[in-house]
């Protein structure tokens, strides 16, 4: 399965898609990512699915599973930089 790197932290709250951010390298996976797209954020399991791409720049958005959870890695409402996403 592929893997991006988020690079800047973004909040993660419960229920709300959160930004993924991505370096020059990564952003040319955007191209290949399709809504609906089940995602793992690494540290922590958490699963959501990609809701939104930005294929002219460098970020796409994941809402979490269920609206009583999150899309977070090992830091509790939010998905810090340097967390790696699985889709």
Known sequence: MPTVTNQVAAPALRGQGVRVTLNAADSANLAT???GTVCTASGSSKTGTI????????SFEVS???PATRFDGTAVGQL???VTVTY
């Not at 809701?51 to 460098?58: A, K, P, R």
């Open 64 to 66: 979490p599973i269920s």
């Open 80 to 82: 810090a930089a340097a």
């Open 33 to 35: 990512m399709v809504l």
């Open 51 to 58: 809701v939104s791409i930005d294929t002219l720049g460098n």
